[in-house]
Structure formats: C-alpha cells, structure tokens
T-cell receptor
Framework: DGGITQSPKYLFRKEGQNVTLSCEQNLNHDAMYWYRQDPGQGLRLIYYSQIVNDFQKGDIAEGYSVSREKKESFPLTVTSAQKNPTAFYLC?????????????FGAGTRLSVL | AQTVTQSQPEMSVQEAETVTLSCTYDTSESDYYLFWYKQPPSRQMILVIRQEAYKQQNATENRFSVNFQKAAKSFSLKISDSQLGDAAMYFCAYRSADGLTFGKGTHLIIQP
C-alpha cells in the first residue's frame, strides 16, 4: 500500500544524546515536511524539502537537522542542542511543494526524554 | 507570516445534531488554500476538506461543509448528522508553499 511510514512509534532520548526519527514514503512525492506537536497546540513546521538534496528551515528549526539524500526518505535528527525535545513528531509529504497540493501525514513518533 | 486562530478549545454536540467549528486567519496573499484536518485519538492527521480561496463556492464533502468568507478571513467547518466517530481534535490550516500553518485546534466531543 502507498503511504508514509514513520519509525519508531515511541523513542526515548537521554540527556546529551542525538536521536534520529525515520520517515519513508512510497507515494513518489517530491516534497516532504517535519512538524512538531506539543500538548494543546497545533503543529509547527520544523523543516521541509521540496526536492532531493535540498531542504529549508521552518519556524522552529533550532536544535534539529535533516537530510534528503533519497526521494523516499527524509530523516529528522533531534540534537542535544534541542533542550525541550519531548513532543509528538509528524512527517508529511505532498506531490509538489505548492499551495494547492494536499499534505498527507504519517502516524507520528512520540519522543520523550529519560 | 500567516496566522490561524481557532477560538473554541472544546465543543460538544449531541449525536445526529449539527455543529460548527470556527476558524479565522490572517494573510496578505490573494490566492491560497485552506484545510481542515481531523486528529482522532490515534494521532493520525486525516484530511477532512479543502477550500481554494479563489473559488466562491463553499467546499462540501458528504456531511462536512465549510462557510468560507474571504473578506472576513473566516473559514468555519460544519458537521451535519454528527456521529460518534467524528469525535476528535479538528485543526484548521493555511497552506503556503513552505508548508501548513495550523491553528491550536478544537476538541470535538460527541454526546450519545
């Protein structure tokens, strides 16, 4: 089935540790996105990528890094510089990065700090 | 930068009744897209409905419809014949080329 797969579903980070969240899509979409959701809040954009080997910072990129080496994959690394990483992380994709294209979401990863 | 405001943190409706969720936004663009997403307890974001700003006609998807008032920058969602499965968080979102800007959401409770 076509879709967006995020893994793991739950992730725990120790102090000072970098962790990587996986996002894979088989929809042949050009654009991919990472959002963060905190309790009682909407989603906020961390990073997005319009094409392979290109990505841009969103509203809250500090303490995060991404790569886009393959069209299907857009991993997010939460670095030790992110002091408050506990949140629900959602990956999304769309055919192209234009306003009219619908974004489809994965099931999310919940990150907690030990 | 665009902003999206949902002024109702929580709404409650009796099963089979109609409920309207409010959303306002701010933008300097003339052409844009607006969305309503549903997030059930599973946390999966599900697209409910989409509205293109240059279209006068309000979008409709089965029991879901919008009231789009471009001049007032208002984009409300009406759910008719509410069902227990409609219980979820509902997010209004503005789409730009960068991505989506979301409101803080409205928690919809369906009373049986």
């Amino acid at each position: 089935d076509g879709g967006i797969t995020q893994s793991p579903k739950y992730l725990f980070r120790k102090e000072g540790q970098n962790v990587t969240l996986s996002c894979e899509q088989n929809l042949n979409h050009d654009a991919m996105y990472w959002y963060r959701q905190d309790p009682g809040q909407g989603l906020r954009l961390i990073y997005y990528s319009q094409i392979v080997n290109d990505f841009q910072k969103g509203d809250i990129a500090e303490g995060y890094s991404v790569s886009r080496e393959k069209k299907e994959s857009f991993p997010l690394t939460v670095t030790s510089a992110q002091k408050n990483p506990t949140a629900f992380y959602l990956c999304a994709s769309s055919i192209y990065a234009t306003e009219k294209n619908i974004q489809y979401f994965g099931a999310g990863t919940r990150l907690s700090v030990l | 930068a665009q902003t999206v405001t949902q002024s109702q943190p929580e709404m409650s409706v009796q099963e089979a009744e109609t409920v309207t969720l409010s959303c306002t936004y701010d933008t300097s663009e003339s052409d844009y897209y607006l969305f309503w997403y549903k997030q059930p307890p599973s946390r999966q974001m599900i697209l409910v409905i989409r509205q293109e700003a240059y279209k006068q006609q309000n979008a409709t998807e089965n029991r879901f419809s919008v009231n789009f008032q471009k001049a007032a920058k208002s984009f409300s969602l009406k759910i008719s014949d509410s069902q227990l499965g409609d219980a979820a968080m509902y997010f209004c979102a503005y789409r730009s080329a960068d991505g989506l800007t979301f409101g803080k959401g409205t928690h919809l409770i369906i009373q049986p």
